[in-house]
């Protein structure tokens, strides 16, 4: 699987970054199939941008809809109440949640909305929110009841008319990503950064995506196992070794470090030899 990424000035806001990844993905022969993204990428100019001129020029895409804007509003109130039926209730990942597919038009296209309530999260938030707000004069009935209505809630907007079976699989894919860069910042040290030209940034992020994919790769190995990646390296560093001027000896290695070596198919070699000049 390639990777790509792009990198831009912290002072450029999201909505007008997708078109030109885009566009530099497809010079470099790169087709994009389908688009999910973040809801801060949502607006007239990139939703017209990937309908294209025409349906052969559709770029199929999924993204979230920010709570402030009118369609999201709008969406609540002429469906929200209706996630309470049975009819739209489905089981994902073992929670319980309601999703409603709707059509729309997505500035003159033919669009939909999958209006949902992850209703766990929801009773979690109406609990913290009355703990905190009962008994509180500043806070009215009313508005406790209109900051309720909410909660828990959120809408998806589509090109496609997807099953609503498939429609979070599909978008928690987005969650996967971002669960990539939360590793690449805290375990392969992404950040923070001290770099002082662009080429250094550039080669900096590229080796800590490399650090990235090696890491979810022994995850992977190691699953099914007492071992995570972590507790793998941490044990994993207490293998010395003699070095000598034409060769390496690494010393035996413990009960656990024969175990983890056997769940990630590498044997230990008994010897390395060093190339001419030896450790010099």
Same mark, same amino acid.
Do not use: W
């Given at each position: 699987?390639?990777?790509?990424?792009?990198?831009?000035?912290?002072?450029?806001?999201?909505?007008?970054?997708?078109?030109?990844?885009?566009?530099?993905?497809?010079?470099?022969?790169?087709?994009?199939?389908?688009?999910?993204?973040?809801?801060?990428?949502?607006?007239?100019?990139?939703?017209?941008?990937?309908?294209?001129?025409?349906?052969?020029?559709?770029?199929?895409?999924?993204?979230?809809?920010?709570?402030?804007?009118?369609?999201?509003?709008?969406?609540?109130?002429?469906?929200?109440?209706?996630?309470?039926?049975?009819?739209?209730?489905?089981?994902?990942?073992?929670?319980?949640?309601?999703?409603?597919?709707?059509?729309?038009?997505?500035?003159?296209?033919?669009?939909?909305?999958?209006?949902?309530?992850?209703?766990?999260?929801?009773?979690?938030?109406?609990?913290?929110?009355?703990?905190?707000?009962?008994?509180?004069?500043?806070?009215?009935?009313?508005?406790?009841?209109?900051?309720?209505?909410?909660?828990?809630?959120?809408?998806?907007?589509?090109?496609?008319?997807?099953?609503?079976?498939?429609?979070?699989?599909?978008?928690?894919?987005?969650?996967?990503?971002?669960?990539?860069?939360?590793?690449?910042?805290?375990?392969?040290?992404?950040?923070?950064?001290?770099?002082?030209?662009?080429?250094?940034?550039?080669?900096?992020?590229?080796?800590?995506?490399?650090?990235?994919?090696?890491?979810?790769?022994?995850?992977?190995?190691?699953?099914?196992?007492?071992?995570?990646?972590?507790?793998?390296?941490?044990?994993?560093?207490?293998?010395?070794?003699?070095?000598?001027?034409?060769?390496?000896?690494?010393?035996? +290695?413990?009960?656990?470090?024969?175990?983890?070596?056997?769940?990630?198919?590498?044997? +230990?070699?008994?010897?390395?030899?060093?190339?001419?000049?030896?450790?010099?």
């Amino acid at each position: 699987m390639p990777l790509f990424f792009r990198y831009n000035a912290g002072n450029i806001v999201d909505v007008s970054t997708l078109r030109s990844t885009i566009a530099e993905l497809e010079a470099f022969g790169i087709n994009t199939d389908f688009a999910i993204v973040d809801a801060g990428y949502y607006s007239g100019d990139n939703i017209k941008s990937l309908y294209g001129d025409n349906e052969n020029q559709t770029i199929p895409f999924l993204t979230r809809l920010s709570a402030n804007l009118t369609l999201y509003k709008q969406l609540v109130s002429d469906h929200a109440e209706d996630l309470t039926q049975s009819k739209y209730m489905l089981m994902q990942r073992d929670r319980l949640l309601s999703v409603k597919r709707v059509q729309v038009d997505l500035f003159g296209h033919i669009g939909y909305a999958y209006i949902a309530i992850d209703h766990a999260r929801r009773e979690d938030e109406i609990y913290k929110y009355a703990k905190s707000s009962l008994g509180r004069k500043e806070v009215s009935r009313e508005e406790m009841d209109n900051s309720m209505k909410t909660m828990g809630l959120f809408i998806l907007i589509s090109s496609e008319k997807i099953e609503t079976n498939d429609v979070m699989p599909l978008y928690y894919t987005r969650q996967t990503v971002e669960q990539v860069f939360d590793i690449s910042k805290n375990n392969a040290d992404l950040l923070p950064l001290r770099v002082h030209s662009e080429e250094t940034f550039r080669g900096h992020l590229l080796l800590s995506f490399i650090a990235t994919v090696v890491y979810l790769s022994i995850n992977q190995l190691l699953k099914g196992t007492i071992f995570n990646a972590d507790g793998a390296f941490l044990i994993l560093r207490n293998q010395k070794c003699k070095v000598f001027d034409d060769r390496i000896l690494p010393k035996e +290695p413990t009960k656990k470090m024969n175990d983890i070596f056997e769940k990630l198919k590498f044997k +230990p070699p008994l010897c390395v030899s060093l190339p001419s000049g030896g450790k010099n």
